[in-house]
């Protein structure tokens, strides 16, 4: 059974930055595309990041150059690192991956090729 935990949203100043952690269990993180994807009430779930089985990423323009995602194998866990967050980073960060085995599609920052999804964690940045 593929189970997604995120954890290490919280609250800091515009400037700061946060870790976002996504514990997997029921495959190995490795073997399938993943991704960081963000939401406030009212608009769609947009992608933030993503990484794929050969460890290639694409961030998406909004955070380029201030977030990072990454992995570590050995912990099976998904990353987000986060720096510089501005207000607009505010909202509810999911994680998500493909089904096993598979790459990312074509648009990885779209939501409707992701299977898993963790249950969220929030991101609130003030001013």
């Known amino acids: 059974q593929v189970q997604l935990v995120e954890s290490g949203g919280g609250s800091v100043q515009a400037g700061g930055s946060l870790r976002l952690s996504c514990a997997a269990s029921?495959?190995?993180?490795?073997?399938?595309?993943m991704g960081w994807f963000r939401q406030v009430p009212g608009k769609e779930r947009e992608g933030v990041a993503v990484i794929d089985r050969d460890g290639s990423t694409r961030h998406a323009d909004s955070v380029e150059g201030r977030f990072t995602i990454s992995q570590d194998n050995a912990k099976n866990t998904l990353y987000l690192q986060m720096n510089s967050l501005k207000p607009e980073d505010t909202a509810m960060y999911y994680c998500a991956a493909v089904r096993l085995y598979r790459w990312c599609p074509s648009d990885p920052l779209k939501r409707y090729d992701y299977n898993y999804w963790g249950q969220g964690t929030q991101v609130t940045v003030s001013s």
């Open positions: 029921g495959y190995t993180v490795r073997s399938v595309c």
